[in-house]
């Protein structure tokens, strides 16, 4: 079974706990170490980024981190080799997050079987247009197993929803507002009234919810509402800060704590 698959049908009665970084920042070797810090720690998923110039639905934060690790060097093929590395040290889920213009010029068939090489289980690629997905993407990711994860925010209709859930497996990534991404100290009343409308439409694949989530307030309204939550502005800037996976990893856990 496919690694996320396993996870939310291991895990049906915990809240799950997803982080996002950048890979390449802060620095260009550190890719192994983030991930095996993070598995240490206990998070269930890593969503490792790949860097791209032009990240449209990215804050400051991680457009910063993209811009960084692009200094540092840092490529798909350089990316994947890194995670070649480390494939039998990690058991955790890995979903490559990355915009479509580098996974085309690297080649989409070449893509996905790297993915497998290198113990990747699940992609989200933010412009990939969903009928491009089901004409061309999708077949080539059901042939290595790899599940592409789709985005819904509050400008999505119901029938668009519904149509990602019958056509896309693993889980639907919930973005909490129809912006870009950073952290937030708190979920007004209508996103809490978007997280309870999907709630009621009864979804065949679990969902996560990220986007603005840094604190307890954020972190308990995206676990009353889905599967999980996914975190990535606030420990990119812990991880900047510090320097070292295992110090932004708990000082992310205390910010968690508090409102």
Not at 135 to 142: G, N, Q, S
Not at 154 to 175: A, L
């Amino acid at each position: 079974m496919n690694k996320i698959n396993a996870l939310f049908a291991n895990n049906k009665d915990r809240k799950l706990l997803s982080l996002y970084f950048c890979a390449g920042c802060p620095t260009l070797e550190g890719t192994g170490d983030i991930i095996k810090a993070m598995e240490r720690k206990g998070i269930d998923m890593i969503e490792v980024g790949i860097p791209f110039s032009d990240p449209l639905a990215d804050g400051p934060v991680i457009q910063s981190a993209g811009t960084v690790a692009l200094k540092n060097g840092m490529t798909v093929k350089k990316l994947f080799a890194q995670l070649k590395e480390i494939k039998n040290e990690v058991q955790l889920p890995l979903v490559l997050m990355g915009y479509l213009n580098p996974i085309m010029h690297y080649g989409i068939e070449a893509f996905f079987k790297s993915c497998v090489e290198s113990g990747v289980s699940g992609t989200i690629i933010p412009d990939l247009p969903f009928d491009d997905y089901l004409k061309v993407v999708k077949p080539i990711a059901d042939k290595y197993d790899i599940r592409v994860i789709m985005m819904i925010t509050p400008e999505t209709s119901e029938e668009r929803i519904r149509f990602i859930d019958e056509h896309t497996d693993g889980f639907i990534y919930m973005v909490s507002s129809a912006s870009i991404t950073g952290a937030q100290s708190s979920f007004g009343d209508a996103k809490l009234a978007y997280f309870n409308h999907i709630n009621s439409m009864n979804l065949r694949n679990p969902r996560m919810i990220g986007f603005g989530i840094s604190n307890k307030q954020t972190l308990t309204s995206a676990q009353d509402n889905a599967a999980g939550a996914i975190i990535g502005s606030k420990f990119v800037t812990l991880l900047n800060e510090t320097g070292d996976p295992d110090k932004a990893l708990d000082g992310l856990f205390e910010c968690l704590k508090s409102s």
